[in-house]
């Protein structure tokens, strides 16, 4: 099976059920035919099987509509996180060579002159045109369905080619795992170009057939009211957003929770006195699991049974866990090793670099955990000084590489504080003559709005080892600025 017969349990099993609420509240029919008017729409645009086609967008029902076209044709759907920025997304659109790229108006100053761009607003003006009659042209699993973007420890982004089959493994598994059924009601405002939106999200939501309400972000001070309005039954979130609903009074939190089923965190270590807090607040142990965009959905805590507060869980059906000691043996139950992953969730590789990752193999993760004695994992930090902020990756090097290009900006180092809503930001610490608004604004036309370090420290040097090699660990301590 592929994608599109998976989809089918809602398509043409609840063609008539609502489905989605967004401008207005559509049906499986309705989505299921504006997918193949979409479909044709894009065929028409030249796109055929195996294409890339990037998407630059935010939320909205086009981009799920794009999706489902994509995954129907066999064209490579290349979200591109709506954040980045100029130098970003041109290093995406040179790796991934899209045949189209797909963007709206307000975005378009971002995008390089010569990218092949298809404007959302021509979208919403001929779509309608179009057939709804569906055409299927992916008859195999193994068919690429997307490339997403990962930060790279070497500087630049590489993309992670997850095929049908790992969404599939994936979509049965959140399924299964954690209930999701035709009752439900899934508030989902993570972005959509990311696995947690898309992979989770979208996939529990056509597996299960359970009506959806989707926004274009979680905006943190009008998500009560959605939560009030829709009454929603799952939510799936990162810690920042559980960390923003601990804001809410007891008079909006409980009834929330009342008629809340499950709430589920990911993308991020979630503190356990968040936990804690939130159970006492909206009377809900979130249930965390763990993932990455290369493998999906890895482990999870039961949806039925201890939700053991700072675990991940247990490795989720079909997902081999190994944890290994630094002699590349399985260390012992409560020993410090670090996770490697094999399953059907894993992907097929990075995007022309075959050298890095072969199909079929161990994935090595980067994140260091212990076992307990009756299977439950603990992550307790990670081999890379990668810094996740409010569920996005940041790899330090890629922000050290783009300031050491600056004018007057001899050494560089980039590193993780703790921020109480965020889990970490970066702050930069620099040797030389230069001047920090530049840089802010350098950062800003750039990167990310969450790559721009939070300070620009001077220093008078580095701390180095013998080798040369940069002690972060040793950096002063930056504190923020009330
Ligand atoms: C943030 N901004 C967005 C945005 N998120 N803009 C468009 N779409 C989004 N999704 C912009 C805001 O407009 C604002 O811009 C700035 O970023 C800061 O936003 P904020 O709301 O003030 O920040 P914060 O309270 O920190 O909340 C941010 C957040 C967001 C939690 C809502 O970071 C978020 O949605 N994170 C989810 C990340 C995610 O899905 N990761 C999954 C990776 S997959 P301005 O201009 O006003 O400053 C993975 C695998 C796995 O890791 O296991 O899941």
Not at 248 to 275: C, D, K, N, Y
Not at 281 to 288: A, T, W
Not at 373 to 390: F, N
Not at 436 to 463: D, H, M, Q, W, Y
Request: proline residues 7%.
């Amino acid at each position: 099976m592929t994608l599109p017969d998976l989809f089918d349990l809602s398509f043409v099993g609840r063609r008539l059920e609502p489905a989605l609420e967004w401008d207005r509240l559509y049906t499986f029919g309705e989505i299921d035919d504006r997918a193949s008017r979409m479909a044709r729409l894009l065929a028409d645009r030249g796109l055929s099987f195996g294409d890339r086609l990037c998407v630059f967008l935010p939320n909205c029902i086009e981009f799920i509509d794009i999706y489902l076209a994509a995954t129907r044709l066999g064209i490579i759907f290349v979200p591109i996180n709506v954040l980045y920025r100029d130098r970003e997304i041109r290093h995406i659109l040179s790796d991934a060579e899209p045949t189209v790229l797909i963007t709206s108006s307000d975005l378009l100053p971002h995008i390089p002159a010569d990218a092949p761009v298809l404007l959302l607003e021509d979208i919403r003006r001929t779509v309608n045109h179009y057939p709804a009659t569906r055409r299927v042209a992916v008859t195999d699993g193994e068919t690429p369905a997307a490339i997403v973007y990962t930060s790279g420890t070497t500087g630049a982004s590489k993309g992670a080619v997850l095929t049908h089959n790992n969404f599939l493994a994936n979509a049965l598994n959140v399924v299964t795992c954690w209930q999701i059924n035709a009752a439900d009601r899934l508030l989902l405002t993570l972005p959509l170009f990311h696995v947690h939106g898309l992979g989770n999200g979208i996939h529990a939501w056509l597996v299960s057939g359970c009506l959806l309400r989707l926004t274009e972000r979680f905006a943190h001070d009008q998500a009560a009211a959605w939560m009030q309005a829709f009454s929603p039954t799952v939510f799936f979130g990162v810690p920042t957003m559980y960390v923003r609903m601990l804001e809410w009074p007891a008079a909006v939190a409980r009834p929330i929770g009342e008629r809340m089923r499950l709430f589920v965190s990911g993308s991020a270590p979630l503190p356990a006195q968040v936990l804690q807090d939130f159970h006492a607040l909206y009377g809900h142990i979130i249930l965390e699991r763990y993932g990455l965009s290369e493998t999906l959905m890895n482990l999870s805590n039961p949806l039925y049974g201890e939700r053991r507060p700072g675990s991940v869980g247990l490795p989720f059906p079909g997902v081999v866990v190994e944890n290994r000691n630094p002699a590349g043996e399985i260390a012992a139950d409560g020993e410090i090793g670090e996770l490697f992953l094999r399953g059907p969730n894993l992907f097929a590789g990075y995007w022309r670099k075959p050298h890095l990752f072969s199909a079929g193999s161990w994935f090595q993760t980067g994140d260091i955990a212990v076992r307990s004695a009756d299977g439950y994992y603990t992550l307790q930090g990670r081999r890379s000084d990668l810094i996740i902020s409010g569920g996005f990756n940041i790899y330090p090097r890629e922000i050290e590489e783009f300031l050491a290009e600056q004018s007057g900006v001899e050494e560089v180092a980039v590193t993780g504080v703790p921020d109480p809503r965020r889990g970490e930001v970066p702050v930069a610490y620099l040797v030389g003559a230069f001047d920090t608004a530049a840089l802010a604004e350098a950062c800003r036309a750039n990167l990310a709005s969450f790559k721009i370090p939070r300070a620009f420290v001077p220093v008078e040097k580095l701390p180095r080892t013998a080798l040369g090699k940069v002690q972060k660990h040793l950096l002063p301590k930056w504190e923020p600025t009330a």
